[in-house]
């Protein structure tokens, strides 16, 4: 139950953060509308500009609107920039709150329980059914963890 809780937590809240990251760095309706229209504006000044000299009035019109518009798309892509970088640091406080939500959810849970109920009884001459499966339990907390003292000084030696 709770691995599977965990599983999906992770799933919904590494959508929501795909999707929120994804909002911030795509690029917005009017800035689309700007480079849109940045590029008509230089169509239509090279087009000018390709007529010649009699058309010079317009051409440096355009030109100028040209610039502004580029102006106005620099100043997008920065606002666009500081939405991403705030996006990211927010993510990442988002990402520590998440850490700490779970690690205190599951302090006081044990992630391993070792229980010596299921192990065979070889070796052990204890009638006592609970200190058998104490002994037992420990000795497999042992060889598991802590190996040394078990498989001697070739594993030792090995390293």
Known sequence: ????LLLIFGFVYELAVRVYQHKNERRTAHERRVGTQLATLRYEAARKRAI???AFVETAKLERAVLATEKESEKLAQSRETRK??????????NQ?????????YWGIAMVAVDGSR???AGFES???VDSYNNRASSLWKGLFFPLSYNGLNYKIAQ
């Open 85 to 94: 970088a705030r996006a990211a640091k927010l993510v990442k406080r988002c």
């Open 97 to 105: 709150a998440c850490n700490l939500l779970v690690m205190a959810t």
């Open 127 to 129: 009638f006592d059914i």
């Open 119 to 121: 192990l065979s009884d």
């Open 1 to 4: 139950g709770d691995i599977l």
């Open 52 to 54: 010649g000299p009699s």
